[in-house]
């Protein structure tokens, strides 16, 4: 199906970016990261609204921005929750949240799967959270806290709703192009930006963190295109939780690019995943 390879390409390509985006913030601040990624990603997105345009639709474009907000705003609360505690707490919590809601929302507002896509639901679901469980690097202690979980939550709900809002824009048109993904992207920087004149951060990215802001915007925004043309093709509480196995690309990155110990779970995780894909498929 059509739309089990945009969702899957789109998590497959956010994999990548959030990879880059994680190597580019370790020798910078997330938000001039974040900020400066999206800013370099815009040619690119001018490119792909011409390609694919669309008279502007207002009610899309609207829903679009809101993704936009809750989008930036649940990366900020990733990185701030993950300089609190161990990513073996947060990444799980975070990435199930992120599926876990839309699929929600799809199920209430009438959506009905066939059992079997039901089940690749849940399998994505479990794929998520075991790939997400990173061994704690040596001598690190995993503290968790209330504090900690609730922030990692927090950045699940964004993402979340940046899934939700998202697919809500390409259902309001009969085309709306590629505008909301415009309109998101606009949010996101209206809203860092105004974060960063409020905060003044001075670790700006340079050298190789600035090489890998450069890979991490233009990946994360066709991400973002992927993910709105599949929702355009299927279910929202099928093409998210497919969509949210982005982890599943940032495990294998960090096993061949940084030699990182992968544990038996993250294993059976990834076999989940292709489950997940079959199961959806069928």
């Given at each position: 199906?059509?739309?089990?390879?945009?969702?899957?390409?789109?998590?497959?390509?956010?994999?990548?970016?959030?990879?880059?985006?994680?190597?580019?913030?370790?020798?910078?601040?997330?938000?001039?990261?974040?900020?400066?990624?999206?800013?370099?990603?815009?040619?690119?997105?001018?490119?792909?609204?011409?390609l694919m345009y669309q008279p502007i639709?207002?009610?899309?474009?609207?829903?679009?921005?809101?993704?936009?907000?809750?989008?930036?705003?649940?990366?900020?609360?990733?990185?701030?929750?993950?300089?609190?505690?161990?990513?073996?707490?947060?990444?799980?919590?975070?990435?199930?949240?992120?599926?876990?809601?839309?699929?929600?929302?799809?199920?209430?507002?009438?959506?009905?799967?066939?059992?079997?896509?039901?089940?690749?639901?849940?399998?994505?679901?479990?794929?998520?959270?075991?790939?997400?469980?990173?061994?704690?690097?040596?001598?690190?202690?995993?503290?968790?806290?209330?504090?900690?979980?609730?922030?990692?939550?927090?950045?699940?709900?964004?993402?979340?709703?940046?899934?939700?809002?998202?697919?809500?824009?390409?259902?309001?048109?009969?085309?709306?192009?590629?505008?909301?993904?415009?309109?998101?992207?606009?949010?996101?920087?209206?809203?860092?930006?105004l974060l960063l004149v409020i905060t003044?951060?001075?670790?700006?990215?340079?050298?190789?963190?600035?090489?890998?802001?450069?890979?991490?915007?233009?990946?994360?925004?066709?991400?973002?295109?992927?993910?709105?043309?599949?929702?355009?093709?299927?279910?929202?509480?099928?093409?998210?939780?497919?969509?949210?196995?982005?982890?599943?690309?940032?495990?294998?990155?960090?096993?061949?690019?940084?030699?990182?110990?992968?544990?038996?779970?993250?294993?059976?995780?990834?076999?989940?995943?292709?489950?997940?894909?079959?199961?959806?498929?069928?």
């Amino acid at each position: 199906m059509l739309f089990v390879a945009l969702a899957g390409l789109s998590g497959l390509v956010w994999g990548f970016g959030d990879f880059a985006g994680g190597k580019a913030a370790q020798g910078a601040g997330a938000l001039p990261v974040t900020w400066l990624s999206k800013m370099v990603s815009l040619p690119l997105l001018a490119l792909f609204v011409a390609l694919m345009y669309q008279p502007i639709d207002p009610t899309s474009v609207g829903w679009g921005a809101f993704a936009g907000c809750f989008g930036v705003l649940g990366a900020i609360l990733f990185y701030r929750a993950l300089a609190q505690g161990a990513m073996t707490v947060v990444a799980p919590v975070t990435a199930v949240t992120s599926a876990a809601i839309p699929v929600v929302v799809g199920l209430i507002s009438g959506e009905r799967p066939p059992p079997l896509q039901l089940v690749g639901v849940v399998c994505a679901l479990a794929a998520i959270a075991l790939v997400s469980l990173a061994p704690p690097r040596p001598g690190e202690r995993v503290i968790v806290t209330a504090r900690l979980v609730g922030t990692a939550v927090l950045s699940g709900v964004g993402f979340a709703l940046f899934f939700v809002f998202v697919a809500r824009a390409g259902d309001v048109a009969a085309d709306p192009g590629l505008w909301p993904i415009a309109a998101s992207q606009s949010g996101a920087l209206l809203l860092s930006g105004l974060l960063l004149v409020i905060t003044r951060p001075g670790n700006w990215p340079r050298g190789i963190s600035l090489r890998w802001t450069v890979v991490a915007g233009p990946l994360d925004m066709s991400a973002n295109v992927l993910y709105l043309l599949a929702t355009r093709q299927a279910d929202l509480s099928l093409v998210a939780p497919l969509a949210a196995l982005y982890p599943v690309t940032t495990v294998i990155l960090a096993m061949i690019i940084d030699h990182e110990r992968v544990r038996s779970l993250q294993i059976a995780g990834l076999v989940l995943a292709l489950a997940a894909l079959l199961l959806v498929a069928t």
